[in-house]
């Protein structure tokens, strides 16, 4: 009977291509705790095509991330990324229920994934009624392919925990962003929404990591719009290394420390890499704005939330919302949040950015 026994979390695991991100949250009423966390840095070529190139090599730093962060659950939840899930909206006939839907799931796929079907999972959401046909219900088909889902699963497994989600990295910072919407900016509150245009209430999480960023177009908490974009954070630190003569190392060491390594530092490197990450967004907003879908001019973005690495770049928040003219902010979900003793609440806050996806994930134990 487990009427008083409470229900076991799970933990949140990131497995990224720069570091294992981990969160552990409890929940009492509406109030959500963070109980353990931590940030555990991954060496050149632990992952490959941004999947754990060796399993048990990846199994030992989530061990140790599990360690550093004191925590003691072992059911966790991962996430494969975006970009390797190909969905598609599909009609099949109305009267189809779940299990008839399944049967026919393969065939159908067959047409539309662009892989050997042995080669992918395969899963569905029943999506209502079809616009086009009465007799039709649209079916969003997900696959992704075997890999993304069998190494993470395989890492967990050697670490000791057991793998009970594996998510998709747009749906964890869905979860986040619920949390988050709360203290965005209200439109017309001193943001720069256009009085002409009516408040659609959509809003662009960028996520900017190390080597890519991935813009996301919310619709109240629904990401709506996807658009991977090839830059990162790595840039800053190449960037660094070279006009400066440092070696990698240095140079990642450089760029997060508050003390700058030359006295042009910001004009010459920091400032313009900034802009250069606003005009990227930018572009990518372009591209949303220019979709079939969404280009008709009643669309209007009215926040930008920066999540991931990059957004721990002090002051891009200021200089997206300059360039942009749209209200930016910094993501911290953990902001409302108590945290327990053995948590270090300044790393907490500080690495609050890159830690949206593993929060995502382990706010799955209160599904
Ligand atoms: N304080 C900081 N200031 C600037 N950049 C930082 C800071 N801390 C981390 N970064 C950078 O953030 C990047 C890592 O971000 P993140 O963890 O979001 O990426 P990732 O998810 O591993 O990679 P990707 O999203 O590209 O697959 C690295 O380039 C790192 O140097
Ligand atoms: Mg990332």
Known sequence: MALFKRKESILGIDISPSAIKLIELSRSGPRFRVEAFAVEPLGEGMMEDRNPADPDAMGEVIKRACRKS??????????????????????????????????????????????????????????????????????????????????????????????????????????????????????????????DKPRDGLTALVDIGATITNLYILQQDRVIFTREQGFGCDQLTLRIAETYGLSREQAEQAKRSADSVAEDFATAVLEPFKHMLAE????????????????????????????????????????????????????????????????????????????????????????
């Open 280 to 367: 990227q967004i930018g572009h990518g907003l372009q591209f949303f704005f220019s979709s079939d879908q969404y280009a008709s001019g009643r669309y209007n973005v009215d926040t930008i939330t920066l999540v991931g690495g990059g957004a721990m770049i002090v002051g891009l928040d200021r200089v997206v919302a300059d360039v942009l003219g749209i209200a930016t902010v910094v993501a911290n979900p953990f902001k409302n949040m108590g945290s327990a003793a053995k948590v270090n609440s300044s790393a907490l806050l500080r690495d609050a950015p890159m830690l949206v996806v593993a929060g995502g994930l382990a706010l799955r134990s209160f599904d």
């Open 70 to 195: 004191g925590t003691r659950v072992r059911r966790a939840a991962v996430a494969v990324p975006t970009s390797s899930v190909i969905t598609r909206t599909i009609p099949m006939p109305a009267e189809f229920k779940e299990s008839d839907i399944e049967v026919n799931l393969s065939i159908e796929a067959a047409q539309y994934i662009p892989y050997p079907i042995e080669e992918i999972y395969l899963d569905f959401e029943m999506k209502g009624p079809s616009q086009a046909s009465s007799e039709m219900q649209d079916v969003m088909l997900v696959a992704t392919r075997k890999e993304n889902v069998d190494t993470r699963e395989a890492a967990l497994k050697n670490a000791g925990l057991v793998p009970v989600i594996v998510d998709i990295e747009a749906y964890a910072l869905e979860n986040s962003f619920r949390l988050l919407m709360e203290s965005l900016p209200k439109a017309g509150g001193g943001g720069s929404l256009s009085l």
